[in-house]
């Protein structure tokens, strides 16, 4: 791929001339993001606990990882700690300069190039990421004049040669392929007729017949066996799955925190909503984030979840699904975002709640006590989906322009900002039907003279790698797409 290399020179130099004239940038607040509802000591326990550069790790990984394309630079030594923050900030505002470069943006995605996300790693390095299809496109010159606009950037962090990986890597997975979708239908499942149209579904299923008749002529898997290879090694998730869509009951449950048993209301009709529970269009169906208000109008009150849930078009949502009627109804969004993947469906204030629903593992509802976008390199997070339940992971780092796929590649679209967590599991554990759910920080506080858990709301879940991987938009980014906040406990 060429882009106008008299262009890059140009503006290098302006840029490292004014860098001679100016002195060079300063970390002035230990603060990735707002952390405005914390503590000053919740804070530095966060930068405490920010886990030092792995020197070793970024020299090897062009030799141990065959998905490593090129690399450049080299990680200086950063304790934990303290230093390790401060350099995780200079290497972070490196990436988000990146993310708006105009020489980057020839290569993006969206724009026609073969990058799908770049950001930075937490161990602690800059990463370009290439679409493994298209990683032929990216030569040496390339490397070399993304590799320029990363020393510009350094250079005004007062860092030289910073480290830099490029690697190839695959459309992140945002909803249900083609094969899940087959699966659903053919068990039953018949709000697909708008998601897929039954001609394609038609086609689908016969072209898999075909090709399992010949592996079982081979001696190969069969049916059953295809079908949970489809959606999971496990097989109690295909009826996970499945309880997204149908479920099995239709009793209203009032949300209480005296409630003794909160087994299965991800999949129950649910009054107060809370982050965690199910919610369906017509044709599909995912996880409500959280709870918020209309930042221009605090008395405007709904919840917050994925678009790609809805298409990015304004179906009516249900709670828990549509299969009950329009009793479960709960309306369409007022506000939606693509670049954030993010919608607002405005309730009555009395039908929301500011908590998450951290399903029937923990059998918990946590209060939800501020919110951030992110916390520093390697901190322990959770998040709550309708299928998946509670699971737990690290802060992994943040990309910008991530590009992801819905429907086995149908549709694309490109996310400005996302955060990165490594789940604990080396197979992710996050799956279709757990987008748009509350991704947190679980602390302890003082509520109504009590200690009890807690929830430092984080973002809403948008996809995974299906490798351990996921990937969540933060709701300090919702805001300023979307225009509303997330609602607290000291919200009333």
């Known amino acids: 791929m060429r882009v106008n290399l008299k262009m890059v020179c140009f503006v290098s130099l302006v840029v ?16 990735y993001s707002s952390y405005h509802n914390m503590t000053a000591e919740e804070i530095q326990r966060i930068v405490d606990e920010t886990t030092g550069t792995e020197i070793d790790r970024f020299d090897g990984m062009k030799i141990y990882n065959p998905d490593v394309i090129e690399v450049f630079g080299i990680i200086p030594e ?65 490397m070399l004049i993304i590799k320029s606009r990363v020393d510009m950037y350094a250079a005004k962090e007062g860092l030289e040669d910073p480290p830099l990986a490029f ?24 709000g697909l007729r708008v998601y897929d149209g039954i001609e394609n579904l038609t086609r689908l ?28 090694t496990e097989t109690t998730f295909i009826d996970r799955l499945l309880s997204v869509f149908k479920g099995s009951s239709n009793d209203y449950v009032e949300l209480s925190r005296t409630n003794t048993n909160y087994s299965n209301l991800s999949s129950e009709k649910v009054r107060p909503l809370v982050g965690g529970l199910m919610v369906a269009t017509s044709t599909s169906g995912g996880t409500i984030g959280y709870a918020a208000k209309d930042a221009s109008n605090p008395d405007l009150r709904g919840i917050v979840t994925v678009a790609h849930v809805f298409h990015f ?32 469906i405005p309730m009555e204030s009395s039908n929301v709640r500011a908590a998450i629903y951290t399903g029937a593992g923990d059998d918990q509802l946590l209060d939800v006590i501020g919110y951030e976008g992110a916390v520093s390199s390697g901190m322990p997070m959770s998040k709550s989906g309708a299928v998946s339940g509670n699971t737990g ?40 039907g757990d987008s748009g759910g509350p991704v947190y920080v679980k602390t302890k506080a003082m509520v109504n003279g009590t200690e009890q858990e807690v929830a430092v709301l984080l973002g809403i879940l948008e996809g995974g790698d299906g490798k351990g991987t996921v990937y969540y938009v933060p709701c300090t980014e919702i805001k300023d797409r979307l225009g509303v906040v997330p609602l607290t406990i000291n919200d009333r």
């Open 16 to 31: 490292l001339l004014f860098g001679f004239m100016t002195p060079a940038a300063a970390i002035n607040d230990l603060r």
């Open 78 to 142: 950063k304790a934990k700690g303290v230093e390790a923050y401060e350099y995780w900030l200079q290497m972070g505002n490196i990436s988000r300069a990146l993310a708006n470069d105009e020489i980057m943006q020839q290569y993006h995605y969206e724009n026609g190039g073969p990058v799908i996300g770049q950001g930075t790693q937490c161990i602690c390095y800059t990463s370009i990421m290439i679409l493994s299809e298209r990683a032929d496109e990216i030569t040496m010159e390339d």
């Open 167 to 190: 690697f190839r890597g695959e459309m992140i997975d945002s909803y249900l392929t083609e094969e899940q979708i087959l699966y659903l239908w053919e068990s039953g499942y018949e």
């Open 205 to 232: 299923r016969d072209e898999r017949n075909a090709a399992m008749t010949n592996t079982q002529s081979a001696g190969n898997i069969g049916f059953e066996d295809y079908g949970n290879q489809a959606l999971s």
């Open 313 to 344: 078009e304004n179906a009516t949502s249900y709670q828990p699904r549509q299969g009950y009627g329009d009793s479960n109804s709960i309306g369409t969004f007022s506000k939606m975002n693509k670049q954030s993947d993010s919608v607002f």
């Open 393 to 432: 992971g690290n802060y992994y780092g943040v990309r910008y322009n991530q590009t992801f796929t819905v429907k086995n590649g149908t549709i694309n679209y490109t996310v400005s900002h996302v955060g990165v967590i490594q789940e604990s599991s080396e197979e992710s554990v996050s799956v279709p």
